[in-house]
């Protein structure tokens, strides 16, 4: 018989949870395991293509469930592969919402001037940068104008992408071939490897059982690297402590399995789930308008081009992220580039006589695809989603060879969600169908429900046991010795993009996860300088480490 490998620390999923958490571990002496269900590709893997083997089906995974569809990362560097890396802050009201328990939802020692110096940290290590008006693409101008014609604010956003090095592509969304977009794997993963971690990609964990040691043994399935669904061999790995990143999607399936062997879960795993309060509403600009009311004029007959528009979201309307409007009706507005795959199946024609999804006029709608400007509307959800019995393996039974899945996630969205959605969705037409710019084309959620890139919450840091499954040091009750640090540890809607607060998140966990582990007799060590050296957000974090770790 094989003896068990052991390791210090064992994380699940690479994306900003797990490669945050594996880069400071490492680099402070522990020894680090990563295992990733998706494959490991390089920049020059990243195909400017959509056919089947692609990147764009390996890299991410698109889970349908009940009322909700969630699509995300798979592969070595997670979301941030995929992402369009629009990195704003989460406004400061966020942290203070109450949302569906009728109290402060965060933990109290958590609100925006705590995570600040934690996102500072971030900011230096991908980096994010602010966003000037020179490089915003035409879409963004044409966004930003109607916004101020409508009477409204618009701004860059700040993000991580290297502008020097973009060149406009498009094809972000299936990974960057320039290294222009800072994901992960430009920064924090290198940075970990360079510290020893290992990283195991293919590797797909599928639930924690307990040692008599006190710590854990995890159990992966390995995963043929073009067929998802078969299973190429299996193993287990002992770890003192062990860490869940897999994402909102997964983790708290991975938590569920592991209950019957594990012991009883708190009652917040796989509840609480939060879409993002996310919605999509997509306009087919009048080419005349844009000329006549914005003043703003374009080579040719060719507006935006689809695929030669630019970058992802560029340009926001933060006007309703004001702290005096009422819990649910504040929410941002983003121009987003959104492939046109998607928009054919989703938009709908306004005000059809026949079907809104098929017919002449639908078609009439899909001809003037050059024109489409989409908006995606991020609001406050109740947090309403609850994971189901999780599936035999993975986060869901895996329907094609790659990217689509069935999953166990129920939402019914309820009467606070949907208002947030009507009055952002009214808001929108204000802007865009000012003086006849453009017809909104509403985004069903028949078809499919409603849909997200940014699922959050399932798994949550809160104060209440009854309402949340870790405490404030991201620690999962009653489990101790288990962390959690991805998206699913966020307590609710954030009304802006995730990924910067996932990723403060995780940094600020990392002081307690230090703190385990020296208990548990590693000898590992906190202070880590950003992954390319660089020291100056250090200073802000310094002293709440310290008051984590004595
Ligand atoms: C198209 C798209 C665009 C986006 N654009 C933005 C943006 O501009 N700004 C922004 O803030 N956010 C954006 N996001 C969202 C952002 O990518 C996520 O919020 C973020 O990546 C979540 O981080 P995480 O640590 O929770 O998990 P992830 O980054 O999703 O990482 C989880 C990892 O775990 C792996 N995994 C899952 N199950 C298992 C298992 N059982 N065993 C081992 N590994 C497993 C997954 O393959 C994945 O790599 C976008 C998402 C998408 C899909």
Redesign the pocket.
Known sequence: MNATETTDVLI?????????TAYHLAAGGARVTV????PWLRSEDFDHDFKFGSSATRV??FVVGDGMSV??????????????????RAPRFVFERHGSIGRRMWPAVIDRDVLEPWYDRVAEALPITPTSWDEVPYIGGVFAAACKAAGHTANP?P??VDTSLCTNCNWM?SGCRFDAKRS?LLNYLPAALSHGAEIRPL????RITRLDTGGYRVH?NTIHEVDYRQQTGSGAIDAKVVIL???????P??LQRSEAELGTMPHAVGRYFSGNGERLNTAVIEEDKVRELLGLSRDEENAYGAYQIGR??VVASWDRLNADLPEYERFSLEQLYFPPGFGTILAQVPDATGPTWYGPEKKEMLRKWRSWLTVFTMSEDDNEGVFGPPPPT??SERLSQQLLGFGRLRYRPTANTLRGWEVSDAAVRQILEHNGLSRVMPWTNDVIGAYT????SACRIGDDPATSALDDRHELRGHPGIFV??????PGALT????????AL?ERAVPGIVHALRERGVDVRYGAPAPDGGGAARRGTAAAARAVLG
């Open positions: 699940v999923g690479s994306g900003f949870g797990g490669a945050i295992l990733e269900r998706g991410f995974d699509l995300g990362g798979n592969c070595v560097g997670g979301g941030s592969v995929v992402y369009f890396a629009t990195m704003p956003s993000s991580a969304m992960l590797h797909e964990v599928q992966y990143a897999a994402g909102t999607a997964a983790t399936v991975i992802g979201p993975g986060n890139v940014h699922p959050l640090t991805d998206g699913s540890a966020v802006v993009n995730p990924a910067f607060t996932i990723a995780a």
